[in-house]
């Protein structure tokens, strides 16, 4: 990966380099913040860094991820009786090649694996184990990159761990996690800490100025709701889905409104859940993050500062501006917080049917909510 590939994040590249040129380069390192942020394009940039210092040809394999002392491990499922990450690589390098700033959920989705929970295993571990004994092809470094490190279920953390305290001659692990919650502290502790920060929204109007051609009102839209991570920027670029959405929205409120008088109308919401629940978990966090949006807009439009408001819903005959009027600071917290909580059960793979169905409900009390 070429430093000059990646979105923003100056002062890190310039760290890192500095790191190399003075010959301090930790044994261990976590990278930690989404994976919109630049991660894993930093961590692959610093390995191809690494490797040109000791053989200048290093850099072009790195970029193709084809170099034969750079490994990986990644999430994946159990496949038989193995849970290996080598088995996926092909699939996971496709993924890479094509956007670096993939997450978790773009990989879950690519592995079309909704119903299958993720995780590196301890066969991981003693696999890389195995392999890092061995000496380097080239005779310089051996790199080790684990993406989604957070993903290391208990055994393979406690490998992991020995792995990281009585590391082999000539080896740099590079851990990647979007946060630092689920690690074991004593592997946190025997890190050195590479804080990625979100890009800023000069970063992100750069970035997207310099690759694609788009309307200002395009950018200033996409850059508010990306919230400084290029994968949602790029996501939101090439939403396809967007249409649906809005008419999904709709008929979420609309059936919302009517159930307080007319019960009868509970049965569209149930009707409504389950047909979302029929998506890959990718596009309905998709979903979610519209949602969200869109009841922080109405809130931000009932409040008079509609020169915020970078996007309203105005087809199908639906009247954005009465809508808002219903959407305050007495239920914009409840509506959020209930959203907020139905990403956090669908990524821990929880019944999407009952997550939705509960969701869809719940709204119907807050949005009759007075101010």
């Known amino acids: 990966m070429d430093w000059d590939l990646i979105a923003g994040q100056q002062l890190l590249k310039d760290q890192l380099k500095k790191s190399i040129q003075d010959q ?11 994976e919109g942020y630049g991660t894993l394009p930093l961590a692959l940039a610093y390995a ?13 394999r790195v970029s193709h991820l084809n170099h034969v002392d750079l490994h990986f491990s990644f999430p994946v499922f159990n496949q038989g009786k193995s849970s290996l990450s080598q088995q996926f690589f092909y699939q996971f390098r496709e993924m890479i090649l094509t956007n670096p700033y ?3 959920d773009d990989w879950s989705s690519y592995l079309e694996s909704e119903n299958k929970q993720l995780f590196i295993s301890s066969d991981e571990v003693d696999e890389q184990n195995k392999k890092f004994a061995l000496k380097s092809f080239e005779g310089g470094s051996k790199i080790l990159i684990i993406w989604r490190a957070d993903k ?20 740099v692990i ?10 074991l502290p004593t592997i946190l502790s025997r890190t050195q800490l590479v804080e990625v920060p979100r890009l800023t929204d000069g970063e992100l109007y750069d970035h997207l100025t310099s ?15 990306s919230q400084g991570n290029l994968n949602t920027a790029l996501r939101l670029m090439n939403q396809e889905g967007s249409t649906e959405f809005e008419e999904l929205f709709v008929q979420w409120v609309r059936d919302a409104f009517q159930v307080k008088k007319r019960p009868e109308f509970l049965k569209n919401i149930i009707i409504w859940a389950r047909s979302i629940a029929a998506w890959n978990r990718e596009k309905q966090k998709n979903f979610l993050d519209y949602c969200a949006e869109m009841f922080r807009l109405a809130m931000i439009q009932n409040y008079g ?7 309203k819903i105005e087809g199908g005959g639906f009247n954005w501006e009465s809508f808002s009027k219903f959407i305050h600071g ?3 917290e409840s509506i959020i917080n209930e959203i907020n909580d139905a990403d956090y059960h669908l990524q821990r793979n929880a019944n999407a049917k009952i997550v939705w169905t509960d969701l869809g409900i719940k709204l119907s009390r807050y949005i009759h909510k007075s101010a």
Do not use: M
């Not at 301090?24 to 989404?34: C, D, E, T």
């Not at 590079?174 to 690690?183: V, W």
């Not at 690759?211 to 709701?225: C, R, V």
């Not at 500062?305 to 996007?311: G, Q, T």
């Open 152 to 171: 290391l279920n208990a055994p393979a953390s406690n490998k992991l761990l020995k792995f990281l305290e009585e590391p082999p001659e000539k080896t």
């Open 305 to 311: 500062a509609e020169n915020l408001v970078h996007r």
């Open 24 to 34: 301090r380069i930790s044994h261990a390192q976590l990278f930690l913040g989404k």
């Open 211 to 225: 690759k694609y051609t788009l309307s200002d009102e395009q950018l200033k839209s996409i850059i508010h709701q």
């Open 174 to 183: 590079l851990l990647i996690a979007e946060n630092s919650d689920d690690l």
């Open 102 to 104: 993939s997450s978790y």
């Open 330 to 332: 007495a239920n914009i």
């Open 48 to 60: 191809a860094e690494i490797l040109q210092q000791e053989n200048p040809t290093a850099a072009q």
